[in-house]
């Protein structure tokens, strides 16, 4: 079964770090581009990072380039982004999603995935 398992969620000050991490079970990471996305209160979900499936291929929300960083161990199949300078504005539930891949160096931020994790709260706040 096909399944992406977020974790390391947390509440953190304002400045502060962390680093997200989205498990893959169920298929492997050279046949699967992959997404984080977020959803505030009251906002719509939207697209943070995403990482093709051959790697080569990343994209970011713009305003967050220079501050998250996506990356992948293959070895673990697990996905990572890391968050740093983290702002009240990034308070948010970070999902991670899966998408099979037809083209090995594209990835998307739209929300057209098939595969969704159920979300891992961020927080930041004093």
């Known amino acids: 079964q096909l399944q992406v398992v977020e974790s390391g969620g947390g509440l953190v000050q304002p400045g502060g770090s962390l680093r997200l991490s989205c498990a893959a079970s169920?298929?492997?990471?050279?046949?699967?581009?992959i997404g984080w996305f977020r959803q505030a209160p009251g906002k719509q979900r939207e697209g943070v990072s995403c990482?093709?499936?051959?790697?080569?291929?990343?994209y970011y929300k713009t305003s967050l380039k220079g501050r998250f960083t996506i990356s992948r161990d293959t070895a673990e199949n697990t996905v990572y982004l890391q968050m740093n300078s983290l702002e009240p504005d990034d308070t948010a539930i970070y999902y991670c999603?899966?998408?099979?891949?037809?083209?090995?160096?594209?990835?998307?931020?739209?929300?057209?995935?098939?595969?969704w994790g159920q979300g891992t709260q961020v927080t930041v706040s004093s």
């Open positions: 169920g298929f492997t990471l050279e046949d699967y581009y």
């Open positions: 990482i093709s499936s051959n790697g080569k291929n990343i």
């Open positions: 999603a899966a998408e099979r891949s037809t083209i090995p160096n594209m990835c998307v931020l739209t929300t057209r995935y098939d595969y």
